[in-house]
């Protein structure tokens, strides 16, 4: 049987050059496919795939990031100027936030709460 060994969200874009520099806000490493149109960002061993989409096929696209403190994170994206949905303690066990990039793409973040261990 074969092994998955990692994933990228691809997340639709209507301007590569904003993306990229959103994602770069938020820590992330960016470049940019040498053949137009594409791009990526990647952090701690993540990566998130960018593409420009023509604005009538375009559909936002999600992705959740297992962070070990969400409070932490938000602060850093916050402090970066990014706007931050304020992490919220929910009823499946995680401390929850997120962002929403000028696309409409989500992330979502969050980490155990406290108390709570990771499953």
Known sequence: ????????????VRDLDAALAFYQR????????SGGGYGFAS?????LH????????????????????????????????VEV????????GQHEGAVVDPDGNVIRFGSPMRGETES
Do not use: K, N
């Open 1 to 12: 049987m074969a092994t998955a060994r990692r994933i990228a969200p691809i997340f639709p």
């Open 26 to 33: 938020l820590g992330f490493s960016v470049r940019p496919y």
């Open 43 to 47: 952090r701690d061993g993540l990566e």
């Open 50 to 81: 960018l593409g420009v989409v023509p604005a009538d096929e375009r559909r936002s696209g999600a992705a959740y990031l297992f962070v070990d403190d969400s409070d932490a994170m938000a602060a850093a994206w916050r402090a970066s100027g």
């Open 85 to 92: 949905h304020t992490p919220q303690d929910t009823e499946w």
